[in-house]
Nanobody, 135 residues
Framework: QVQLVESGGGLVQPGGSLTLSCAAS????????IVWFRQAPGREREAVSC?????????????DYADSVKRRFAISRDAIKNTVYLQMSSLKPEDTAVYYC???????????????????????WGQGTPVTVSS
């Protein structure tokens, strides 16, 4: 079964850290560009970070971040574990949201700059993992 499963969310104090995981089954994550999104109650979905596929000479696993999380979040892959991680540090209350990872069997073949124009078309999403930043 092709699916993405997020984990690692929880309650953390402001200034703290969390690492989210996005584990894939049924396919190799290395062959796809993966995007982390978040959605807070009453707010629109926001793309947080992206890591391009890196299974080909044309794709080097480049990363991208929303301005709101630059220098605080880091995205990475573990090909052996077939997992993408989102390391979050210096967390702020405004980081509170449900975090999702997503890709697509067609658009996931493109790099971050291209998939950014196709967020509404991504067909494979995880169930989300909630992150609450509060004292």
């Amino acid at each position: 079964q092709v699916q993405l499963v997020e984990s690692g969310g929880g309650l953390v104090q402001p200034g703290g850290s969390l690492t989210l995981s996005c584990a894939a089954s049924g396919f190799s994550l290395d062959r796809f560009t993966i995007v982390w999104f978040r959605q807070a109650p009453g707010r629109e979905r926001e793309a947080v970070s992206c890591v391009s596929r890196n299974d080909d000479d044309r794709y080097d696993g480049t990363t991208d971040y929303a301005d709101s999380v630059k220098r605080r979040f880091a995205i990475s892959r573990d090909a052996i574990k077939n997992t993408v991680y989102l390391q979050m540090s210096s967390l702020k209350p405004e980081d509170t949201a449900v975090y999702y990872c997503a890709t697509d069997h067609v658009f996931g073949k493109e790099d971050c700059s291209v998939i950014a124009r196709r967020y509404d078309d991504l067909g494979l999403w995880g169930q989300g993992t909630p992150v609450t930043v509060s004292s």
